[in-house]
């Protein structure tokens, strides 16, 4: 199907078409890598990857790095693919590793869009309080527990506790309207503290906590000004609680990261398996055109070798033919050395013949008649110029 395909496009064209994939593969090779770092550097990533059933922080991580790499080989493999320099030390690599690098691409995409659009549909789930059942059996809603439970413990086990003081509220009137929640709180006004971030390190429960859940908790209090997963916790537990109480529950912005920022990673992915899947069909095209071409070559080559032969074979002929007929040139002409003793011998003209003879030729060149000359006479003068000349005996 492929070689039917690319049949239709002049060779040419399919070799620029391998070349200028091949070089845009240092594009895709430096994007996987750009983004295989930046899925170790994002918190949502390392949070969500390590209760995946893979590890999809470290297996985007190694992957990417890997899979770049190979494409700047493919890229060298590439550009001595459209050279001269065919061989299937260069064609069978290139062809294995573009269509191995386009399946693992792709298979990473898809893990990635799978996982951030499950992991938003858990979240919204979990808070909505449907189809617990049936994500309770994926390994990702363990991901949605655990954070709903970080952030229930760390409200009630740690914040404003006396493992945590908090120090006195500036202004109670923000809080007026949590008076229940704030008289369970714990203020010192000498070892209170405005966050509970001092006393993560500090306390028994510094074991208990994922610090990668709540690397990520902190970031979503300081970006979006959330604190909670469903509902929204009274005090803000990494920012300063002095400024008011917090308002906004984190799920809605959970889910919007792992369907934006996972989504965003899968379609690189499949873009770039895409890119290289482009790369290997023009190679494939490439291959069988080649084959074509190196026979009609060959034809071309061996038509020649015959033409070449059957022409040397008709000089060869020639020359022997001619080399002959000058050997056997005096034998076959005996009387044409005696020619020039004849004319030699002749006896000379009269005066009153030559002058004649002129008076005839002025009449002959007013009146433009041709002079003939008789075949006898031409056929004797080019005897004589085809035989070699050789002293006779009377000139000795």
């Known amino acids: 199907?492929?070689?039917?395909?690319?049949?239709?496009?002049?060779?040419?064209?399919?070799?620029?078409?391998?070349?200028?994939?091949?070089?845009?593969?240092i594009a895709c090779a430096g994007i996987s890598m750009y983004w295989a770092v930046k899925a170790k550097r994002m918190p949502v990533w390392v949070a969500y990857g390590g209760y995946l059933p893979q590890n999809l922080s470290e297996l985007s991580f190694l992957l990417g790095l890997v899979l770049g790499s190979a494409l700047l080989m493919l890229f060298i493999l590439g550009v001595l693919l459209v050279t001269r320099a065919k061989h299937c030390i260069v064609t069978c690599p290139y062809g294995v590793m573009t269509f191995g690098i386009f399946i693992a691409y792709y298979l990473l995409g898809i893990l990635c869009l799978a996982a951030g659009f499950y992991g938003s549909e858990a979240i919204g789930d979990y808070c909505a309080g449907q189809d617990l059942d049936y994500w309770n059996?994926?390994?990702?809603?363990?991901?949605?527990?655990?954070?709903?439970?970080?952030?229930?413990?760390?409200?009630?086990q740690l914040m404003c506790t006396d493992l945590c003081p908090c120090l006195p509220l500036?202004?109670?009137?923000?809080?007026?309207n949590y008076t229940e929640t704030v008289s369970t709180k714990i203020f010192s006004s000498t070892l209170g503290h405005t966050s509970l971030t001092p006393c993560l390190s500090d306390t028994d429960y510094s074991t208990r906590w994922n610090y990668d859940l709540i690397a990520y908790m902190k970031q979503l209090e300081l970006r979006y000004s959330c604190t909670g997963l469903c509902k929204p916790l009274v005090f803000s537990q990494f920012s300063n609680y002095q400024y008011g109480p917090n308002e906004n529950a984190c799920w809605s912005y959970i889910a919007k990261e792992l369907d934006s920022d996972m989504g965003k990673m899968g379609y690189v992915f499949l873009s770039c398996g895409s890119f290289v899947f482009c790369a290997w069909f023009c190679q494939f095209g490439l291959c069988f055109r080649d084959k074509e071409e190196k026979?009609?070559?060959?034809?071309?080559?061996?038509?020649?070798?015959?033409?070449?032969?059957?022409l040397?074979?008709?000089?060869?002929?020639?020359?022997?033919?001619?080399?002959?007929?000058?050997?056997?040139g005096p034998q076959q002409f005996p009387n044409l050395q005696f020619a020039k003793m004849d004319s030699e011998m002749s006896p000379s003209r009269s005066p009153k013949s030559n002058r004649m003879e002129g008076k005839q030729q002025q009449y002959r060149g007013k009146r433009k008649i041709p002079i003939t000359v008789p075949e006898s006479q031409m056929q004797t003068q080019e005897l004589k110029q085809s035989v070699p000349q050789t002293p006779s005996k009377l000139n000795k």
Do not use: W
Request: a positive charge; proline letters at 2%; aromatic letters at 12%.
């Open 170 to 176: 500036s202004n109670p009137l923000l809080y007026s």
């Open 1 to 25: 199907m492929c070689c039917i395909t690319v049949s239709y496009f002049p060779l040419r064209f399919i070799k620029a078409a391998v070349f200028l994939f091949s070089c845009g593969l």
């Open 295 to 310: 026979a009609i070559r060959e034809h071309i080559r061996q038509k020649r070798v015959e033409e070449r032969e059957v």
């Open 312 to 328: 040397r074979q008709a000089l060869s002929t020639t020359n022997e033919s001619v080399i002959q007929q000058h050997s056997n």
């Open 137 to 156: 059996r994926f390994k990702l809603f363990s991901f949605v527990l655990a954070l709903d439970s970080h952030y229930v413990e760390l409200d009630k």
